[in-house]
C-alpha cells in the first residue's frame, strides 16, 4: 500500500518560511511528477508547484519567486520551500504524486495534508 505522508506545518509570522516535506512509502517502482497542492475551506484545491523525475518544475503564479520545490529521488520525497509568506498562504497543503507500484501501473495519490497558518 502507498502512502504519502506530509511534515513540516504550523504557524508562522508573515514574512517568515516553512519547508514542507513529503515522502511517499510503499510498493513502490517509480515515482514520477510530484507536487504540492493546497485547499482553504470553502475554495477549490489549487496546485502550488509541481516536479518531474528529472527536475523540471512547474510554479503557479502565487508561488513564483517565493517558494521553491525540490526532490531527492533517492528517498522518494518532495520538499516545498516557501518563504516571505503571507496570510493568504495560509491553508492546508497536499503532496501529490504520480507513481507506479510493482506489478502495476501509474496512478495519482494524495497525502492528507499539513496545515500552514500565516499570522499578520
Known amino acids: 500500500q502507498v502512502q504519502l505522508v506530509e511534515s513540516g506545518g504550523g504557524l508562522v509570522q508573515s514574512g517568515g518560511s516553512l519547508r514542507l516535506s513529503c515522502a511517499a512509502s510503499g510498493n513502490i517502482f517509480r515515482v514520477n511528477t510530484m507536487g504540492w497542492y493546497r485547499q482553504v475551506p470553502g475554495k477549490q484545491r489549487e496546485e502550488v508547484a509541481d516536479?518531474?523525475?528529472?527536475?523540471?518544475?512547474n510554479y503557479a503564479e502565487s508561488a513564483k519567486g517565493r517558494f521553491t520545490i525540490s526532490r531527492d529521488n533517492s528517498k522518494n520525497t518532495v520538499y516545498l520551500q516557501m518563504n516571505s509568506l503571507k496570510p493568504e498562504d495560509t491553508a492546508v497543503y497536499y503532496c501529490?504524486?504520480?507513481?507506479?507500484?510493482?506489478?502495476?501501473?501509474?496512478?495519482?495519490?494524495w497525502g492528507k495534508g499539513t496545515l500552514v497558518t500565516v499570522s499578520s
Open positions: 516536479i518531474t523525475k528529472g527536475g523540471r518544475t
Open positions: 501529490n504524486a504520480d507513481l507506479i507500484v510493482y506489478g502495476g501501473y501509474e496512478k495519482n495519490y
